[in-house]
């Protein structure tokens, strides 16, 4: 029969054989297909215990960076607050007082530093545009908390310990596609 | 007579409490088998290999609160649950568990009552089986429940009447109704599979239908029921109910194991010359691996089959199954009378 679109296609159910008639065949086929998965690699990683290897590239917790005498690299400029497309940075600017100076690097620095760990999208977008060296994704993992508010991580968080530095050399290697703006 | 009430008692005790921890380990051992046919690990965490998890979940549902729905008929309620697991438990008596057992002058069967009609006794106690699940079903007062229990008991006639059936072809050619005369005639090779492969193959369809399990568990399937028949149980009610289900595996492959596949008989066993007390129980070991593979094959057969829809699946019960196994019953008669006819 024609039809309008021609596309009409008149489907046939076919006829069950014999042996699919009969049930059993087919059932001990399906069978042998289950049991052979009893005996196939088992894709569960049990977490604690094992961990799943991360990207190179991976973005996690943040952490603000000391320079090699220890002060802190983060002028407070306020870039990476603009640059954050989820508006998860919050900077309150100071100025550094006299004997000061060996805890921050530069006149300004963030009197608090904070990110809301459940706005943050961890695109790394801050990163990028920190000129200070100041602000890198680590592969760490945000820790689950039970209250809304455990997640705004203050600078007590976000600060690296002096004597506990954070290697980020895996973030700075940058790929071969990109070019630093030079000035 | 003090030895023989002593005996059995202590026999019944070991049988209970065996029948409870196969009930119960076949609950983690159906979670991991599925994890595995499904390329999972399954559950791992309470204990070494997660082997305390019965116990968790056991606790677990003693803990939970009893909910019985206001308008439930409460008596039948509480009376569902109990009366499925003591029919699930009492089929378990005739059993004939191994050899005899002699300890000094005493002779310790090791089978509970050789009842000379362990057959029927089977069916008859399975039957009442079905009560617990209409009746827990009925008194919930809830559609689901009651749709649930409706299939469960349209389910369970119409399978029981094949399974017997095709019992009546075995029964013919052994020629007895007691399990431990069934068990004692297979010795070595002459198992009734081979004699009566049909009437295996009908019973252990019936078996799945007669447990509730996939492809026939119609009465409590989630996806369309909810839970079927224990949609309103909590606690230990709905504790039972599940339980119920893992002791009639555990006895129907019991059943199967003794009357097809050659009971507590190991071929080539008493070739070895051992002491008949070793080679009792070495059997007893024999026919307990016979019912492990059995349950196994219950939950391989669950990962493996979708569920059938209710007119397939009363269409195979009674077009199909019923038919086949009155002819099973047929072609053993005729082997039967030609056999005494021309005695070969």
Request: glycine share 8%.
């Amino acid at each position: 029969m024609l039809t309008l679109s021609n596309r009409k296609k008149v489907m046939e159910q076919e006829k069950l054989s014999f042996s699919e008639k009969l049930y059993l065949p087919v059932i001990a086929k399906g069978l042998l297909i289950t049991i052979k998965h009893l005996f196939k690699r088992k894709a569960t990683i049990k977490y604690p215990e094992q961990t799943r290897e991360f990207a190179k590239v991976y973005r996690g917790h943040h952490v603000l960076k000391r320079d090699e005498q220890g002060r802190e690299n983060c002028t407070a400029c306020g870039l990476c607050a603009v640059a954050c497309p989820a508006e998860a940075i919050t900077i309150v600017a100071a100025e550094r007082k006299p004997g000061e100076e060996h805890l921050y690097r530069e006149e300004k620095y963030a009197a608090s530093y904070d990110i809301n760990m459940l706005r943050c999208i961890f695109c790394g977008l801050c990163e990028e545009a920190c000129p200070k060296d100041a602000i890198y994704l680590t592969d760490r993992i945000v820790e689950t908390e039970y209250e809304r508010e455990d997640f705004i991580y203050g600078k007590d968080k976000l600060v690296e310990k002096i004597d506990q530095r954070i290697d980020v050399s895996k973030r700075k290697i940058k790929s071969e596609f990109y070019q630093p703006i030079k000035n | 007579m003090g030895g023989f009430l002593l005996s059995k008692t202590i026999l019944i005790v070991i049988i209970f409490v065996i029948t409870l921890v196969i009930a119960m380990y076949s609950t983690i051992l159906e979670r991991k088998f599925a994890a595995w046919l499904q390329d999972r690990i399954g559950p791992n965490r309470t204990g070494p290999g997660g082997i305390l998890q019965p116990l968790a979940d056991g606790v677990k549902m003693f803990m939970k609160e009893e909910i019985i729905p206001a308008n439930a008929h409460k008596f039948l309620f509480i009376m569902g649950p109990m009366l499925a697991m003591t029919t699930a438990l009492m089929a378990s008596v005739v059993i004939p568990w191994g050899k005899s057992l002699k300890i000094g002058d005493f002779v310790m069967d090791l089978q509970v009552a050789d009842l000379n009609i362990g057959i029927l006794y089977v069916f008859g106690v399975v039957s009442i089986g079905v009560y617990g699940i209409m009746i827990g079903g009925w008194a919930s007062n809830n559609k689901f429940s009651l749709l649930g229990a409706l299939r469960a008991s349209s389910q369970m006639i119409s399978y029981e009447l094949a399974m017997s059936l095709s019992l009546v072809a075995v029964i013919m050619s052994t020629g007895t109704l007691s399990m431990g005369e069934i068990a004692a005639q297979q010795s070595g090779w002459h198992w009734n599979v081979f004699t009566q492969p049909l009437s295996f193959i009908i019973f252990i369809i019936c078996a799945f239908a007669e447990t509730n399990r996939t492809p026939f568990d119609l009465p409590e399937c989630e996806t369309e029921l909810i839970g079927g028949y224990h949609t309103e149980y909590s606690s230990m009610g709905l504790g039972f109910y599940l339980f119920a289900e893992y002791i009639n595996m555990f006895i129907s492959s019991a059943v199967m194991a003794t009357i097809f596949f050659g009971g507590y008989n190991m071929p080539f066993l008493d070739q070895l010359g051992l002491a008949p007390n070793v080679e009792a129980l070495i059997g007893t070991a024999f026919f307990f691996g016979k019912i492990a593979f059995f349950i196994l094959f219950f939950m391989w057969v669950r990962w493996t089959i979708p569920r059938f829809r209710y007119d397939q699946l009363m269409n195979l019960g009674w077009k199909v199954m019923i038919p086949l196994a009155l002819v099973n019953i047929l072609i053993t008669g005729s082997v039967l009378i030609l056999r005494d006819h021309f005695n070969f």
